[in-house]
């Protein structure tokens, strides 16, 4: 079953959603070489208990972090820890989440360390957040689940990749529904596949977390010992790009966004819902 929210309920996610914003603004300001992967998770604590908040990555499954700190070649899931030291020319991913009374907020993005990227990785970052925008500007009342899937995939092989070849839509993972939980149904995948079938119906009160992963090659992954950090089988490196969103009657409402999607919004036409916490 997929959860509705009341306007009342998605205000309370958009609480939760700043608080995640704020984490992706901290850490992206300490994401610099000679930084641990576990600096950046304190960082996010810090960040997540001066809110009140609390995280819902930590012990979700056993996860031993505050967040996901996905390095390279690591898709996903990338468990923080002291050993891992953030070098020049690194790319990393960081997916954080929170919870202000029972309500989540869930979303990702990849930054860069240092300087002196390589083009096809500058591109490949584009090109995934780019993608979840498409997926988000999908996000209208009467289009289906499939929809953003449609809209996610087809920007993403419209894009030319740098040295040819086609980039790799991560095939095991995809987005999610979120409300009072942080993984709920439906599941939304990066692509179109014909034995899913259209999924449901959009209407207010959806709420979806829209993450496309991408990769310079494979759209295959396998899991590490630890059980949880994801890689791509050929070790060609990823980007992970996510907002928490509401389908509200005035429009689709990106909860995880400082100006609730509105600028990047407008750029595709679209008029982002107002802030229910705006006074």
């Known amino acids: 079953m997929v ?6 309920q998605i205000a309370k996610m958009r609480e939760a959603g700043l608080v995640v914003a704020a984490v992706h603004a ?17 960082v996010a ?28 070649e690591v898709v996903v899931h990338g468990i923080p820890d002291a050993k891992t030291v953030l070098k020049d020319g690194d790319i990393i991913s960081i997916d954080a989440g929170a919870v202000i009374d029972g309500w989540h907020g869930d979303a990702a993005y990849t930054a860069f360390v240092g300087t002196g990227h390589a083009p096809e990785l500058v591109e490949l970052s584009r090109v ?16 289906r689940l499939v929809d953003i899937s449609r809209a996610i995939e087809g920007y993403i ?7 040819g070849g086609r980039y790799g839509i991560v095939e095991d993972y995809g987005g999610h ?48 010992a630890d059980e949880w950090t994801v890689i791509s089988t050929d070790g060609t490196w990823s980007s ?40």
Not at 256 to 273: F, H, Y
């Open 26 to 42: 901290a850490t992206r300001e300490a994401a610099v070489p000679g930084a641990t992967t576990r600096d950046l998770d304190e």
């Open 177 to 224: 529904g979120i409300g009072t939980a942080m993984h709920m149904e439906p599941h939304l995948l990066n692509y179109v596949s014909r034995k899913r079938g259209k999924g449901p119906r959009l209407v207010p009160g959806f709420c979806l977390a829209i993450e496309p992963m991408v990769s310079l090659g494979t759209p295959k992954t396998e899991v590490l």
């Open 3 to 8: 959860q509705i929210k009341t306007p009342e």
């Open 157 to 163: 092989r419209r894009q030319p990749k740098p040295g």
């Open 45 to 72: 604590r810090k960040v997540i208990a001066d809110h009140g908040a609390k995280s819902n990555f930590l012990g979700y499954g056993g996860f031993p972090a505050t967040i996901c700190t996905s390095v390279n």
């Open 128 to 143: 995934t957040e780019e993608s979840m925008w498409a997926g988000i500007a999908a996000m209208k009342a009467g289009n």
């Open 240 to 279: 992970h790009w996510e907002h928490s969103v509401a389908l509200t009657e005035a429009g689709p409402l990106v909860l995880t966004s400082p100006d609730c999607g509105r600028a990047k919004l407008a750029e595709l036409g679209i008029t982002a819902a107002p802030d229910p916490l705006a006074s």
